[in-house]
């Protein structure tokens, strides 16, 4: 498949790319104008910050204004990650087709240049030394050698913009087909639970804590539980505005009515019917069911509390089966099976506090 006036981004001196987030796979950039010559930033070092650039200044600047409203995507150098070309042949030809295209994070090809990557791994080294790059993040950098980077829709939100951005994963919104009968527990927080028992030897005592989401709540036909579900949403990503009541009532009318959500657990279920201990792990199908069971939902929601909210569906990179990930999968949903977290049988006592929504639970309990 042909990529015809794919965009070129190399070092410049009017132009820096800020660290914004990175994932497993990726790392995101935002875009600055920039008054001197580094290439690369942490939002660290910009507490003044320099601003977005407008079209009209990037076409000053001899930059294709079509980077506007984009955020900047490279991919780790990682077994698990693929080419981005590959990725890009798979959300054209798999992933568009199952959504409407204003409920996706458009993805478009762009080339950057190899000294524009060195620059930004030097730079993610550097934020290593400086505390600024979350710890688990630490030894893995860019593929330098990578001849693509995605440019993906900027769904983010300054403090004093009208809308208020959230981001989560809905994760499995339908239960494990290989989930016993009579679970208490859906897979999310079947999974959620396992791991609250590692969390207890963390470092980070807090990390045990965790709230969570359910997300069989999420689509829940029982508005009670799916504001709960709500609640614990804006106090996971919008901590300092979790008692907004516009923003509340916002969230839980988008998922009390909204198509979208109810259409990803559609999916999930019909891409993969069997389970991942039947199922053929290099079977397209079988995989997309993956990648939509770890996707991210990306919301701008009114602070007003009037107007319509923007939804988009990202973070749907093709999953692939190589390496130990099959293996991985199926020893995980093993465990969760013969250790009790489905059914609640589980050896650990302090784990089995259940708010799934199987078990009647209000929302909380979902490894998010």
Aim: proline content about 5%; charged content about 25%; aromatic content about 6%.
């Amino acid at each position: 498949m042909a990529y015809a006036n794919v965009l070129n981004l190399d070092l410049s001196s009017s132009i820096q790319l800020e660290y914004l987030a990175e994932g497993g796979a990726n790392v995101v950039y935002r875009m600055r104008l920039s008054s001197s010559s580094p290439s690369t930033s942490s939002a660290r070092d910009l507490t003044t910050g320099g601003k977005t650039p407008q079209p009209t200044q990037l076409s000053a600047l001899g930059i294709n204004p079509q980077f506007y409203g984009k955020l900047f995507r490279l991919r780790k150098d990682l077994p698990s990650t693929v080419p981005v070309i590959d990725s890009q042949k798979y959300f054209n030809t798999t992933i568009q087709p199952l959504f409407t295209q204003h409920n996706l994070i458009e993805q478009l090809l762009f080339k950057p240049s190899t000294s524009l990557i060195k620059s930004c791994n030097t730079n993610l080294k550097r934020m290593e030394t400086d505390g600024s790059r979350p710890h688990k993040r630490h030894g893995v950098y860019l593929v330098e050698s990578e001849t693509y980077g995605t440019l993906i829709t900027d769904m983010t939100c300054a403090a004093a913009d009208s809308h208020a951005s959230i981001e989560f994963k809905p994760k499995w919104l339908v239960q494990s087909p290989s989930a016993p009968a009579g679970s208490v527990r859906c897979r999310t927080c079947a999974l959620r639970a396992m791991k609250s028992v590692a969390r207890k030897t963390s470092a980070d005592p807090a990390e045990s804590l965790r709230l969570g989401i359910c997300p069989l709540s999420l689509v829940s036909d029982d508005k009670a539980k799916v504001t709960a579900a709500a609640k614990i949403v804006l106090e996971l990503c919008r901590p300092d505005e979790s008692d907004s009541e516009n923003l509340k009532r916002g969230l839980v009318e988008f998922l009390y009515k909204s198509p979208l959500l109810r259409l990803l657990r559609t999916l999930q279920e019909a891409m993969d019917p069997i389970g991942v201990l039947q199922a053929d792990p290099s079977q397209r199908n079988f995989l997309t069911a993956m990648t939509i069971r770890d996707c991210t939902l990306f919301l701008k929601i009114p602070r007003s509390g009037h107007g319509a909210i923007e939804a988009r569906l990202g973070d749907l990179d093709l999953k692939t089966s190589s390496g130990s990930k099959a293996a991985y999968w199926r020893r995980v949903e093993r465990d969760l099976i013969d250790e009790g977290w489905y059914t609640g049988a589980e050896r650990d006592v302090d784990a089995r506090k259940n708010s799934c929504h199987l078990a009647g639970g209000f929302g909380a309990g979902g490894e998010n």
